[in-house]
Each structure stands twice: as C-alpha cells, then as structure tokens.
C-alpha cells in the first residue's frame, strides 16, 4: 500500500511538471509571436513588455530601464525579424524566489533597414505579473546576439 502511495504521488508530481511545462510552452509561443510583431510593426511600445527596472544586454551592450530601452529601441532602424527555433523552460522556483519565471530562446534571421540579413540568438527571462483580470508576462531580462560565423 506505501509503495503504491508512492507511485502515485511521483505520478502527480510529473503530471503537475508536464502540465507546468505544457503552460510555461504555451506562454513562450505567445509572447515570441507579440515580441516580435511588436519589434517589427510597433516599437515604441515594445518597453510596455519590459518590468520597469528590466536588462536588455544587445551584443554585449547593457541597457537598463525603461527610459534607456526605450532610446535604445528608436535608434535601431526598422526590423523584419524570422524566427526559426523556440525552446523555452520554467525556471525553479527556488531560483526565482517563488516568482513564477519561464526562461524563452529563439534562434532566427533579422534584417535591418540597409543592412544584410543576419543570425540571432534571443535569451528572455519573463517573470509572470498578475493583474486584477489576468496574468501578464513581462521581460525582467533580455540578452541578444548576433550570430555571424566566418565563411
């Protein structure tokens, strides 16, 4: 009866983990698709996606706060981002501090106004933010990078 216990107490505990990861997945995918839509149609309120006091780290670069972000954001030219992978996993709440966090990598191609089209790699860490009405993710870290290999 006590091993039978067991197992079913493991068994939830990896139904409860799917099901955390199932979410965690579905969230990634629908922030990446707003992100980026967002880079691309409607930068001036990409900072709405951004925790006030949130890390932007663009190719080795920090920028930090919204104000900063926000300057940042309107001197790159216009963007056609393609995302091409998405990988996502929550992170520990013991790491998090009990804040509910889902770490977000996408891997694509970017072309920016008078530029070739380049490789990027795109880390977040978005922590969840409840509201009243909903749970809203927000970006607490951001770091980009291009990726251009020697031919």
Not at 28 to 39: L, Q, R, S
Request: aromatic share 12%; with cysteine.
């Amino acid at each position: 009866m006590k091993s039978m216990l067991m197992s079913l107490l493991r068994e939830i505990k990896i139904i409860d983990f799917k099901t955390y990861v199932d979410q965690a997945c579905r969230a990634a995918e629908e922030f990446v698709n707003i992100y980026y839509e967002t880079m691309d149609k409607r930068r001036r309120v990409l900072t709405r996606l951004y925790l006030d006091k949130a890390t932007l780290v663009w190719n080795g670069n920090a920028v930090s706060g919204q104000e900063a972000l926000n300057e940042f954001f309107e001197m790159l030219p216009s963007s056609e981002f393609q995302v091409n992978v998405l990988d996502c996993q929550p992170v520990h709440e013991q790491a998090t501090q009990s804040q509910t966090t889902v770490l977000v990598v996408t891997c694509g191609t970017v072309k920016f106004d008078g530029n070739k089209q380049r490789y990027f790699n795109q880390n977040f860490l978005l922590t969840a933010q409840a509201t009243p009405t909903n749970t809203v993710w927000k970006i607490a870290s951001d770091c980009f990078r291009f990726q251009d290999w020697a031919s």
